[in-house]
């Protein structure tokens, strides 16, 4: 796992590269690749590499060129098809000078140009710059395991890296916000699409490759998430419950390549509890796992990942996080996330990666599971409420049905009226308005209390769900369920996984997902709906694969989600982190909240109401504006 970095000057443009610059550009990225380091400079185009060593380690440098001395690559990932690749390239003639999987990405680039990326199997970013045409080429793993962000300049210029940070350090991209992005940010976590919320600065999306050429670039989708089988099959549940099982174990098999120490995050949820169960079937020692929790009751799993580690006799070890750890660390983790950080559990998951890093260099994690399974409770509540909303928008009057809402909101405030709120009885029958906008972060209605009147003005034609709604539009699954997954496939596990990257690599730790092996998915996604979400069984292909495998209290728990008790934590002892970075008046100065909304939100949450996830959502733009767009120093930033 490595950092990756360039910047590409058309011939038209005055500008030139200063090596010194450009090397403080690259070490921006030290933390991703602490082992060594590169550097390609010719005129108009520098690329740059940070390495952590994992396969090869002796060999396998970057920037790498190819034998005729025409292409330069630098490369961040693993393709786990690395072994069968190479076997193919050499019976077809093609010598190695290493063993790493840099080269036979630079190798299949040679013989595929931008449909490279069709032939690897794991996740990558890369760069390939061509010598004699002096075009760039970047390319994306299918699922953006792997970040690569880019900005192009008005003259042309394009520069790119696996960490936005790099970007704005050449000095060529200021840091500003996007305040067009803010309705996206509010509503859905992090912004969705390509757009950042730093202007001028987008991430190439998975599954696509951007080619630039003297300062035009295109960009191409190469891959994409299809649902329809392709054939009907008949085969028994319990036959593809088998097939299952037998393509993950696979999956996981493929990404124990490391000529490395490794082990395994274990949260005691089915997901991670699976690949120890596997791994530790693959492997011959101990596998070493690593697990975090907090001193609160409500947000500590141990004793679930002690039941594991015991049934797999696994190499266990644990990490207890502090509140006064968890803020302490906070604005240092948003410097590394480059954007606010969208869930608390990034916190948590950096110590178990500080944890991890003093045993092994990689760990297999459980990401992927929920979004490709139906792992979410809120895609059974979604799908009962459409099911029971249409019928209800068909029978009833329109008059009536503005009644019972409006009953609805005159009830006093309780847990039963907020939950009745959020069903058909009080919204349309939409996905819109029963998934998207229902599980939002800060709603449509909350964000035009929340944001400063002007601000809200400029911002009325922004639709936070767009992206989401396009994407929607544009999938082949048929099924309601399906066409939600393909969603949060594309949107919330991307963030998921820049959560996964950013914390672990901060780390200097490479962590692999087995869930998400592409041709797994791919044939995931063709399963029947009744394999995946089963009455109120989530992710029922997988309970059923692992019956026999996994200790029956780790299959018959419920979803926690790596808890974290910042509401409890922002209610009481801690209420002086929201004082400064929410209430401030260096915080309510930007004028993007209407300063009375935020005050209101704050005390209804101090009164007992729960609004954890919003005050978590505005405590981190706030640190973010500090750290990333001002330049405070995050190690200057005290919380409490």
Same mark, same amino acid.
Do not use: N, Q, Y
């Given at each position: 796992m490595c950092g990756i970095c360039g910047? %590409? #000057?058309p011939d038209s443009s005055s500008r030139s590269i200063d090596d010194s610059a450009f090397t /403080?550009? /690259?070490?921006?990225? $030290?933390?991703r690749g602490p082992d060594g380091f &590169?550097?390609? #400079?010719?005129? &108009? %185009? $520098?690329l740059g590499h940070r390495r952590l060593s994992i396969v090869d380690v002796s060999h396998g440098q970057q920037p790498m060129t190819s034998a005729d001395d025409a292409l330069v690559l630098v490369y961040n990932g693993e393709v786990f098809n690395h072994p069968t690749l190479m076997a193919q390239l050499q019976q077809d003639g093609v010598r190695y000078r290493t063993h790493c999987d840099t080269e036979t990405v630079l190798h299949v680039f040679e013989r595929r140009g931008e449909a490279a990326p069709e032939e690897l199997r794991g996740m990558f970013a890369y760069a390939v710059w061509d010598k004699r045409t002096r075009t760039l080429t970047l390319a994306r793993d299918r699922f953006g395991v792997k970040p690569l962000y880019y900005a192009l300049l008005p003259d042309g210029t394009l520069?790119? &890296? @696996?960490?936005?940070?790099a970007i704005v350090a050449s000095g060529l991209v200021r840091a500003s916000l996007r305040e067009d992005a803010l309705p996206d940010y509010l509503a859905n976590h992090a912004t969705s699409g390509e757009g950042t919320l730093l202007a001028g600065i987008k991430r190439l999306l998975p599954g696509h490759t951007l080619v630039w050429r003297d300062g035009e670039i295109r960009t191409r989708r190469y891959w994409d998430l299809r649902f329809e089988a392709k054939a009907e099959d008949t085969r028994s549940d319990a036959e593809l419950i088998t097939e299952y099982r037998e393509r993950l174990r696979e999956a996981v098999r493929l990404r124990l390549m490391a000529d490395v120490p490794l082990g395994a995050f274990l949260s005691g949820g089915i997901d991670s509890a699976t690949i120890t169960a596997l791994m530790s079937q693959l492997v011959d020692e101990p596998i070493k796992t690593f697990s975090v929790g907090f001193a609160e009751r409500e947000a500590n799993e141990l004793s679930y990942a002690r039941i594991v580690a015991k049934a797999y006799k696994t190499d266990h070890h644990e990490v207890v996080v502090t509140p006064e750890q968890f803020f302490g660390a906070l604005p240092t983790l948003v410097w590394h996330e480059d954007e606010p950080l969208a869930h608390p559990s990034s916190v948590a998951l950096n110590f178990v990666s500080r944890l991890a890093a003093e045993r092994v260099k990689v760990v297999l994690t459980g990401e992927g599971s929920d979004e490709t399974l139906a792992g979410y409770g809120r895609y059974k509540k979604t799908i009962l409420n459409m099911r029971l909303g249409g019928a209800y928008q068909s029978a009833t009057p329109a008059p009536l /049905? @503005?009644? %019972? /809402? @409006?009953g609805l909101e005159a009830l006093p405030a309780s847990r039963t009226r907020q939950r009745a709120l959020r069903t058909f009885l009080a919204r349309p029958a939409t996905l819109e308005a029963l998934y998207l906008d229902n599980f939002a972060v800060f709603s449509r209605e909350q964000q035009a209390g929340l944001l400063a009147p002007t601000l809200r003005a400029r911002l009325a034609s922004e639709d936070p769900y767009a992206t989401a709604m396009a994407l929607m539009a544009g999938s082949d699954a048929r099924s309601l369920l399906d066409r939600l997954l393909y969603v949060d496939t594309k949107t919330y596990l991307h963030e998921l996984l820049m959560k996964q990257d950013q914390m672990s690599m901060a780390a200097s730790i490479e962590s692999r997902v087995p869930f998400l092996d592409h041709p797994l998915v791919e044939w995931t996604a063709t399963l029947p709906e009744r394999l995946k979400l089963r009455g109120g069984t989530t992710k029922f292909i997988l309970r059923e694969a692992m019956r026999d495998v996994l200790p029956p209290e780790i299959l018959s728990r419920g979803k926690m989600g790596f808890p974290v008790p910042i509401g409890s934590w922002l209610r009481g002892p801690y209420r002086a982190v929201v004082d400064e970075l929410v209430l401030s008046p260096r915080a309510l100065e930007r004028r993007l909240f209407d300063p009375e909304s935020i005050r209101a939100l704050v005390r209804r949450h101090q009164a007992g109401e729960d609004h954890a996830e919003r005050l978590w959502s505005l405590v981190n733009l706030e640190i973010w504006h500090r750290v990333v767009v001002e330049g405070e120093p995050a190690e200057s930033l005290r919380l409490l």
């Open positions: 910047i %590409v #000057i /403080r550009l /690259r070490d921006t990225l $030290a933390h &590169g550097t390609f #400079i010719e005129p &108009g %185009v $520098a520069v790119f &890296g @696996s960490e936005m940070k /049905r @503005s009644l %019972v /809402r @409006s």
